[in-house]
Structures are given as structure tokens and as C-alpha cells.
């Protein structure tokens, strides 16, 4: 069963910055979209940031502007560069991948902004 293992979360103070990791725990062919979900407690997930196999991206309000979404179609990766942080971007951030058959979640990485 293919996993999505996602790295890089953590605490940081207002303004500094993060890199989100994810990698799928086996090759998978066909994903084409990645992106990052977030989700606070009584909350629905909501869009962080996707991006397509061929590099159109797309964003949240929110965090266009200081968020930055890359993957590596070769290796299967996608990452989440957040900069300027805030403390409403505090959440639980959920990794995604898509085929056009299969949609796949990682666990989520905590992610906290405060000082």
C-alpha cells in the first residue's frame, strides 16, 4: 500500500520560514496533481497549495505570495516552501497526491506559529 511520508514541520516564530517534504514510501506512476492540505481542530481541510504534473500551480489567498510549491516529477516529490509565516497559518498539513484512479494522503506534519 503506497504511504505519502511528509517531513518538515515544526515550531517557528511569526515570520520565519519552512520547508515541507513529501515522497510516496513506493514508485507510483500517473500522479498528476501533488499538493499540501491543512486542517485545524473543528475545522474542514482547506487548500494549501496543488501543483500538476506539467508545473501549474495553484494557491490559497491566503498564502499566495509567501507560500512556494515545487515537485520533482522524477522522484515523485513535492514540497512546500513557506515563508512570512503566521500564526493563522498553524495547522496539521496534509500532503496529497492524485492519479486519475487513486487519491492519496499522507499522516499530516504539525505545523505551529508562535512566539
Known amino acids: 500500500q503506497v504511504q505519502l511520508v511528509e517531513s518538515g514541520g515544526g515550531l517557528v516564530q511569526p515570520g520565519g520560514s519552512l520547508r515541507l517534504s513529501c515522497a510516496p514510501s513506493?514508485?507510483?506512476?500517473?500522479?498528476?496533481?501533488m499538493g499540501w492540505y491543512r486542517q485545524v481542530p473543528g475545522k474542514q481541510r482547506e487548500l494549501v497549495a496543488t501543483?500538476?504534473?506539467?508545473?501549474?500551480?495553484e494557491y490559497a489567498d491566503s498564502v499566495k505570495g509567501r507560500f512556494t510549491i515545487s515537485r520533482d516529477n522524477a522522484k515523485n516529490t513535492v514540497n512546500l516552501q513557506m515563508n512570512s509565516l503566521r500564526p493563522e497559518d498553524t495547522a496539521v498539513y496534509y500532503c496529497?497526491?492524485?492519479?486519475?484512479?487513486?487519491?492519496?494522503w499522507g499522516q499530516g506534519t504539525q505545523v505551529t506559529v508562535s512566539s
Open positions: 496529497n497526491a492524485a492519479t486519475n484512479y487513486q487519491n492519496y
Open positions: 513506493q514508485t507510483v506512476y500517473g500522479l498528476v496533481t
Open positions: 501543483v500538476t504534473y506539467g508545473g501549474t500551480t
